[in-house]
C-alpha cells in the first residue's frame, strides 16, 4: 500500500501548516499511524502517532503543545495539523501505518511498527 502525503509547502517562521495522508482508491487496515520527518543532513526523526483503538496519540517532544495528530480510521487517513512553525521544522514529512494488531506493547516513536510508507511533503519554514 501507497501511502500519499498533501499539505507540504512554503511557509514563514509563525505559521501554520496542515498535512494530510492516505491512500487513494485503497483500504486497508491499520493498528496505528504516525508522522516522521527528515530534516537536510540529518536522519529521519519522530514526529507523532495515533493508536486507533485508544485515541492515544504521542508526539516528540520538539513538536508537543504546536502540532495535533488527528484522523479518521474508517477512511485511513490521519492528519498532522502544525503550528507555530520555525525554521527547523523545515523536513520533508513522511506518513506510515502499522497494518499489525498487537497485544503487547508497541513503540509507535521507532520506525520499525510501520509497514506503509508515503514519498514524503516537503515542508520550508521561511525565517
Known amino acids: 500500500v501507497q501511502l500519499v502525503e498533501s499539505g507540504g509547502g512554503l511557509v514563514q517562521a509563525g505559521g501554520s501548516l496542515k498535512l494530510s495522508c492516505g491512500a487513494p482508491?485503497?483500504?486497508?487496515?491499520?493498528?496505528?499511524m504516525g508522522w516522521f520527518r527528515r530534516a537536510p543532513g540529518k536522519e529521519r526523526e519522530f514526529v507523532a502517532a495515533?493508536?486507533?483503538?485508544?485515541?492515544?496519540?504521542y508526539y516528540s517532544d520538539s513538536v508537543k503543545g504546536r502540532f495535533t495528530i488527528s484522523g479518521d480510521n474508517a477512511k485511513n487517513m490521519v492528519f498532522l495539523q502544525m503550528r507555530s512553525l520555525q525554521p527547523e521544522d523545515t523536513a520533508v514529512y513522511y506518513c506510515?501505518?502499522?497494518?499489525?494488531?498487537?497485544?503487547?506493547?508497541?513503540?509507535?516513536?521507532?520506525?520499525?511498527?510501520?509497514?506503509?510508507w508515503g514519498q514524503g511533503t516537503l515542508v520550508t519554514v521561511s525565517s
Open positions: 495515533i493508536k486507533w483503538s485508544t485515541g492515544t496519540t
Open positions: 482508491g485503497r483500504t486497508f487496515m491499520n493498528s496505528a
Open positions: 506510515a501505518a502499522d497494518r499489525h494488531y498487537s497485544t503487547g506493547y508497541v513503540n509507535l516513536k521507532s520506525s520499525a511498527p510501520y509497514d506503509y
